[in-house]
């Protein structure tokens, strides 16, 4: 069975770093759109940043140049490391898996980013 596993959040100061880790089963990652998603409290599961097969990157304007998304198709894993957090990166974060006509949703992982 399809499945996506995230891993790596917790509590963290501002300006502090922190390494989220998305472990796939039953699903070759090398062959799926790769995704972080983050969803605040009383707000829209936002996109934070993708990474398309061939390895070329996206991000949201409001996480450039703090956060890398990056695969590891050996590992059949993607990682997102969060540097120089700020308060308003709190939010549970989700892993996402795309190919035509099917999407997978991790579970998610909670980040929370204090003063």
């Known amino acids: 069975q399809e499945r996506l596993v995230e891993s790596g959040g917790g509590l963290v100061q501002a300006g502090g770093s922190l390494r989220l880790s998305c472990a796939a089963s039953?699903?070759?990652?090398?062959?799926?759109?790769m995704s972080w998603y983050r969803q605040a409290p009383g707000k829209q599961r936002e996109l934070v940043a993708s990474?398309?097969?061939?390895?070329?990157?996206n991000y949201a304007d409001s996480v450039k140049g703090r956060f890398t998304i990056s695969r590891d198709n050996a590992k059949n894993a993607i990682y997102l490391q969060m540097n120089n957090l700020k308060l308003e990166d709190t939010a549970v974060y989700y892993c996402?898996?795309?190919?035509?006509?099917?999407?997978?949703w991790g579970q998610g992982t909670q980040v929370t980013v204090s003063s």
């Open positions: 996402k898996a795309d190919i035509t006509l099917r999407s997978y």
């Open positions: 039953a699903i070759r990652i090398s062959s799926y759109v």
């Open positions: 990474i398309l097969r061939a390895g070329s990157t």
